[in-house]
């Protein structure tokens, strides 16, 4: 690994979830009643032959992990969960009520904080309710976030008889000493246990989550814990890189201090090695840190160029209306995006009102769209073009300028017509990106927004 370019391009980033990223949203410009129309609009537009994705965001968990940075309210009262759905089920009403006709529901995505917080018959009342006057896709992706020290047979069994096929655990690291520092004690006796039985549950795409870059780890833990990860042997594997944002207030990551991270050349070593070891056997990397065997759709997805990025990571299928529930839940409703506020109470008190719990968004101009779709073609296809006239923007010059740096340190190649992104280059999918963020070049956020990009 060439330590000179992650010098160069080891700088903070966006992970490119949305196009423009949130700290560039124009939240002065943007109005409910506007993202209103956009969803109608596009609802008219995509339904019922594409269908709709939903994010339900569920924010409870029992304890805090001190490297989390997702929004989640530490809690061990379980009395919050009834008053949460009925929040959830109303805000659905709200959006429902600007269909025409029942929406068809392509994917479903539980995420958290802990989905497995609620109780399994809770669960299974805030789907059904979800569902209630809908219509399901042929092929529906459902989906949910166990928390492997909390998943339960009544869980798995509960959703699987909804509908819900796939489960993604978050396991980070098997290190007893990484798992101290980042208060998350898992053993792999009990990830073996939750893998297994939803297995003979009937899952079908089990993905596992691992991190590089936690306080503590060394090269050493991080291949123990992906040859743990290979006995039990789950569909997909994100292996993701260490955010590390102190700077969110109350996600508890000051629990260690800096000099426990692993830095730059060395945590990228953590994720090249654990790279080769997972495709010694039989892991496919596909685009941003993740990683699935042959047989999983993910992996047909990129390979027949219809694998899509959005709020939720990395989707096998694409639906242009994505409706976000519950606390911080974004949506997009492709000319727009909103975001819900992050405080329970705050949250449940707008909705309780009557009103659609949002606090931020951004309506995409038509210079957005066109950078939007070239961010995603790079993320999900490593590729893109400009030849066709809708991929043009004014500002393709500029970009073509910034790119030719990628271009003589030979991580992607270039030409009149597009360019493609080389293995050598990958790593820095991330800085490829930022050469089209036209919004990032013209005025860049005061103080410190994204994580590191390596
Ligand atoms: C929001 S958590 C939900 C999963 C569930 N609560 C659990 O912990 O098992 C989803 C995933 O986000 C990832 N994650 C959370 N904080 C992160 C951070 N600071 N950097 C990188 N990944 C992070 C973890 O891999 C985690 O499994
Ligand atoms: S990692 Fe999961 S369980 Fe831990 S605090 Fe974050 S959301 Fe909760």
């Known amino acids: 690994m060439n330590t000179t370019l992650i010098d160069k391009y080891n700088i903070p980033a966006p992970r490119y979830t ?21 969803v109608i609009r596009s609802f008219e537009e995509s339904n019922p032959a ?7 965001h569920l924010p409870f968990c029992e304890q805090l992990c001190t490297f989390c940075g997702c929004n989640k ?16 089920l109303k805000e659905w009403q709200m959006y429902r009520s600007l269909f025409a006709h029942p929406p068809r529901i392509k994917e479903l995505h539980l995420g958290g904080g802990s989905p497995t917080f609620f109780g399994a018959k809770n669960l299974a009342y805030l789907i059904e309710s979800i569902l209630k006057d809908t219509q399901l896709d042929t092929q529906p992706l459902f989906s949910f976030e166990g928390n492997p020290n909390n998943t339960t047979e009544e869980h798995l069994k509960a959703l699987f008889d909804l509908g819900f096929r796939r489960v993604s655990y978050g396991i980070q690291d098997y290190n007893p000493a990484v798992q101290k520092a980042i ?3 898992q053993p792999f006796e009990q990830v073996q246990k939750v893998h297994e039985l ?3 549950v009937g899952y079908t795409s089990i993905n596992h989550d691992l991190i590089y870059g936690l306080p503590l780890q060394t090269l050493d833990s991080v291949l123990d814990t992906i040859q743990k990860t290979q006995q039990l042997r789950p569909d997909r594997i994100a292996f993701y890189s260490y955010a590390h944002v102190p700077w969110i207030k109350g996600n508890g990551q000051r629990g260690f201090s800096e000099k426990d991270l692993p830095q730059s050349a060395q945590k ?3 994720y090249e090695e654990g790279r080769k070891l997972l495709e010694v056997s039989g892991y496919h990397e596909i685009g941003l840190d993740h990683f699935s065997l042959k047989e999983d759709d993910l992996y047909q997805a990129f390979q027949s160029g219809n694998l899509h990025r959005n709020f939720m990571g990395y989707t096998s299928s694409k639906t242009q209306l994505m409706i976000g529930l519950g606390v911080s839940s974004i949506s997009d409703s492709w000319y727009g995006f909103a975001q819900n506020v992050k405080k329970v109470e705050e949250y449940q008190h707008l909705v309780n009102q009557g009103e659609l719990p949002v606090f931020r968004g951004h309506h995409l101009n038509q210079e957005d769209l066109v950078i939007r779709q070239h961010i995603l073609n790079l993320m999900c296809q490593l590729k893109t073009n400009w030849e066709m006239s ?4 004014a500002e393709l010059p500029q970009v073509w300028k910034r790119l030719k740096s990628f271009e003589q340190d030979q991580l992607i190649s270039l ?4 360019m493609h992104i080389k293995t050598a280059g990958q790593p820095f999918l991330r800085n490829i990106c930022m050469a089209f963020d036209t919004r990032f070049w013209r005025k860049q956020p005061a103080g410190q927004t994204f994580s590191m990009s390596i």
């Open 18 to 38: 949305s196009y423009p990223t949130v700290p560039f949203w124009e939240v002065d410009k943007f109005s409910v009643n506007r993202w209103q129309q956009s």
């Open 50 to 56: 594409e269908g709709i994705s939903l994010y339900i």
């Open 73 to 88: 309210r530490i809690t061990k009262n379980h009395q919050v969960e009834h008053p949460y759905i009925e929040a959830v």
């Open 183 to 185: 208060h998350r004690i």
């Open 198 to 200: 939803s297995q003979k």
């Open 268 to 270: 990228r070593e953590l």
């Open 390 to 393: 809708t991929a043009f923007f």
């Open 415 to 418: 030409n009149d017509h597009g």
